[in-house]
């Protein structure tokens, strides 16, 4: 069975200081990676993906994630963050039919 | 630019009553899903619909029942609320069912308590 796990429901951190949140999978077939940001009051935005290709995807706000085959990890990283990154951080799994299976969310906490 | 639109944003329902959620996509996507999420479990997919006139068991379906209405609309009904369907629901959209490049696109959720 695919699964996702996100060990740090929470992490808090100074603005512009630099962050990284941790994802792991667990899949025996071929993954496709995403993540998620969920603000306050609102639905899941996609912050970027990864199907293919380079291991280093980029996506929106300034935040990039890393695809590591051999340590099953898609870790999301932000190398100086705002008061308004502030958010819930999903990562998310798709074993190729747009069944997403999601991570249990971390909590990004800046503060000033 | 409405995207995925959800009705209503909040309800409070008592034991046993029964609630259908409503879910409308402007997109003209294909395939739509119905979500729940609780804290510490991140979103569960409770049923799919691949395209109009199908639909689809998942993770967590038991208790709910959906209806694909027509391509735009998705509902998703509580016959008989118990207190553990207390959650979050969340519709989402995509293009194509199976196709990983087109995202899925949400809706800003139905808070719904079960007293």
């Known amino acids: 069975a695919q699964s996702v796990t996100q060990l740090d429901s929470q992490v808090p951190v100074f603005e512009e200081a630099p962050v990284e949140l941790r994802c792991n999978y667990s899949?025996?077939?071929?993954?496709?990676l995403f993540w998620y940001v969920q603000y306050p009051n609102q639905g899941l935005q996609l912050l970027l993906k990864y199907l293919s290709g380079s291991t280093l995807v980029k996506g929106i706000n300034g935040f990039e994630a890393e695809f590591n085959k051999s340590q099953t990890s898609f870790h999301l990283r932000k190398p100086s963050v705002h008061i308004s990154d502030t958010a819930e951080y999903f990562c998310a799994l798709n074993t190729g039919f747009q069944k997403l299976v999601f991570g249990t969310g971390t909590r990004l906490l800046v503060s000033p | 630019n409405a995207g995925v639109t959800q009705t209503p944003k909040f309800q409070v329902l008592k034991t046993g009553q029964s609630m259908t959620l409503q879910c409308a996509q402007d997109?003209?996507?294909?395939?739509m899903y119905w979500y729940r999420q609780d804290p510490g479990m991140g979103l569960r997919l409770i049923y799919y619909s691949a395209s109009e006139g199908t639909t689809d068991k998942g993770e967590v379906p038991n208790g709910y029942n959906v209806s694909r209405l027509n391509k735009r609309e998705f509902s998703l009904r509580l016959e008989s609320a118990a207190p553990s369907q207390t959650s979050v629901y969340f519709c989402?959209?995509?293009?194509?069912?199976?196709?990983?490049?087109?995202?899925?696109?949400f809706g800003d959720g139905t808070r719904l308590s079960i007293l």
């Open positions: 989402a959209s995509s293009a194509n069912h199976g196709d990983i490049n087109q995202p899925q696109h």
């Open positions: 899949s025996s077939v071929s993954v496709y």
């Open positions: 997109m003209n996507h294909n395939s």
